[in-house]
C-alpha cells in the first residue's frame, strides 16, 4: 500500500507543451520532497517544501505544496527531452529522515 | 565529488543465498537509510541507521538486517533470498538533523 499517491502514473508529450503532476496523501507531511530518477541510477532530489501553501520555482519547474500539507504538484512550463524521466514525490510524516516515496510518474518528452 | 557510494553495481544470487550489500555515505553525512525499488515501482523504506544504531525499521522481514561503522558506511544483508527480493537497493545518506537524502546509483539484485 502506498501511502502517497502519484498520477498520472505515464505521461508521454511532445517538447514545449506544459504539464503537471500530482502527488495526494490522507496523511499530513512536515515536509515534501521531489526527485527525478533516470534509468539505472538513484534518485536526485529536486525540491524539499515544508510550509503548507508554499510554492517554489525551479527554472521552468514548479512546485507547490498544498495548504493542508497533504499533496503537492510538479509543474512543468514547456518540457524538453532532458525533462525525461521518473518524477518521485516523498513525504516525512513527522521525522524528517524517514521518507515514504509515491509509485511515481514517468514522463517522456518527444522531440 | 564524494558521494554516495555503492557496491556492487550488480549481483546475480541463487534462491536461498545471502548477499551483502556495502554503501559509503556522502562526506559529512552520518545517516544511511535503504530503500528496496521493485520495478516501476517507487522506493520502499527498509531501515535506517544513525550513530551505528538501526532507528527506525520499514515493513521488512527479519531477513533483511544492517550495520553501520564507525566511519559511518553500512551494510545491508539480506538471508535466505527470494525471487522476490530482485530489485534495486538503494542507499541514502542525510543528516540525522537535516532534510533531504543523497542516492547513490544502487545495486541492482537479481534471484534466480
Known amino acids: 500500500t502506498q501511502l502517497l499517491e502519484q498520477s498520472p502514473q505515464f505521461l508521454s508529450i511532445q517538447e514545449g507543451e506544459n504539464l503537471t503532476v500530482y502527488c495526494n496523501s490522507s496523511s499530513v507531511f512536515s515536509s515534501l520532497q521531489w526527485y527525478r530518477q533516470e534509468p539505472g541510477e538513484g534518485p536526485v532530489l529536486l525540491v524539499t517544501?515544508?510550509?503548507?501553501?508554499e510554492v517554489k520555482k525551479l527554472k521552468r519547474l514548479t512546485f507547490q505544496f498544498g495548504d493542508a500539507r497533504k499533496d503537492s504538484s510538479l509543474h512543468i512550463t514547456a518540457a524538453q527531452p532532458g525533462d525525461t524521466g521518473l518524477y518521485l514525490c516523498?513525504?516525512?510524516?513527522?521525522?524528517?529522515?524517514?521518507?515514504?516515496f509515491g509509485s511515481g510518474t514517468k514522463l517522456n518528452v518527444k522531440p | 565529488d564524494a558521494g554516495v557510494t555503492q557496491s556492487p553495481t550488480h549481483l546475480i544470487k541463487t534462491r536461498g543465498q545471502q548477499v551483502t550489500l556495502r554503501c559509503s555515505p556522502k562526506s559529512g553525512h552520518d545517516t544511511v537509510s535503504w530503500y528496496q525499488q521493485a520495478l516501476g515501482q517507487g522506493p520502499q523504506f527498509i531501515f535506517q541507521?544513525?550513530?551505528?544504531?538501526?532507528?527506525q525499521r520499514g515493513n521488512f522481514p527479519d531477513r533483511f538486517s544492517g550495520h553501520q561503522f564507525p566511519n559511518y558506511s553500512s551494510e545491508l544483508n539480506v538471508n535466505a533470498l527470494l525471487l522476490g527480493d530482485s530489485a534495486l537497493y538503494l542507499c541514502?545518506?542525510?543528516?540525522?538533523?537535516?532534510?533531504?537524502?543523497?542516492f547513490g546509483s544502487g545495486t541492482r539484485l537479481t534471484v534466480v
Open positions: 516523498a513525504g516525512a510524516e513527522y521525522n524528517f529522515n524517514k521518507f515514504y
Open positions: 541507521y544513525y550513530e551505528e544504531e538501526e532507528r
Open positions: 517544501v515544508v510550509t503548507g501553501g
Open positions: 541514502a545518506s542525510s543528516l540525522w538533523e537535516g532534510r533531504g537524502y543523497t
